[in-house]
Each structure stands twice: as structure tokens, then as C-alpha cells.
């Protein structure tokens, strides 16, 4: 079992930047693929961002490209998601989660509590 705490989120200003931390429990965190999703009220969950157990392969979706930065450090258990650039389209509830692939799409198996990103314009 693993334990997910995100943290950092808040409300900025259109064009500003927020970093999202998410810290884990347990001791195999470096054996997780990790992915941040999103969600907007009224609307579909949202894959922004995974990075897999070394960090050296990433995936973001073709609206945060460029602009968000997905990244972890094993032994903090913690993985990030720096965010610049910020559009009001990027308000949403944050997740950090564990993710697996099964028959080719992202499964979520732990997820976090939540932070909110709130972008005014």
C-alpha cells in the first residue's frame, strides 16, 4: 500500500508558475511509475503527466507541453510537477497517483487527496 500527500497548490494570476509536490509512504516508491491527473468541474479526468521509476522517461499531454515539468527524487519519495506558463484553463483538483499500464492505457491504482490549481485571469 502506498500513501500519496500532494502539496503547493494555490491561486495565481494567468501566465505565473506553481510547483505540486507529492510525498509517498512505504518503502518502494522507486518502483512506481507516477503521474499526475487532473480534474475540472464539469469535466473529464484529465492525464497531464507520468514519469517512470528513474525519471528518464516522461509522457505529457499536448496542452501542458512545454510549459509543466514533471519530475522525482527517489529518495525524498516525492515527485513534482513544476508548472509555468499557467492558463485559466489549467484550474483544476491535482492528483498525484501510482500508474500501471494495462492493454496500453494508464491505469491509477493510489491516489493522493487532491490540491487545487486556481488560475484567474
Excluded: H
Amino acid at each position: 500500500q502506498v500513501q500519496l500527500v500532494e502539496s503547493g497548490g494555490g491561486l495565481v494570476q494567468a501566465g505565473g508558475s506553481l510547483r505540486l509536490s507529492c510525498t509517498a509512504s512505504g518503502r518502494t516508491f522507486n518502483t512506481y511509475y507516477m503521474a499526475w491527473v487532473r480534474q475540472a468541474p464539469g469535466k473529464e479526468r484529465e492525464r497531464v503527466a507520468s514519469i517512470n521509476w528513474s525519471g528518464y522517461t516522461t509522457y505529457y499531454a499536448d496542452n501542458v507541453k512545454g510549459r509543466f515539468t514533471i519530475s522525482r527524487d527517489n529518495a525524498k519519495n516525492t515527485v513534482y510537477l513544476q508548472m509555468n506558463s499557467l492558463k485559466p484553463e489549467d484550474t483544476a483538483l491535482y492528483y498525484c497517483a501510482t500508474e500501471r499500464t494495462v492493454a496500453g492505457s494508464a491505469v491509477w491504482d493510489y491516489w493522493g487527496q487532491g490540491t487545487q490549481v486556481t488560475v484567474s485571469s
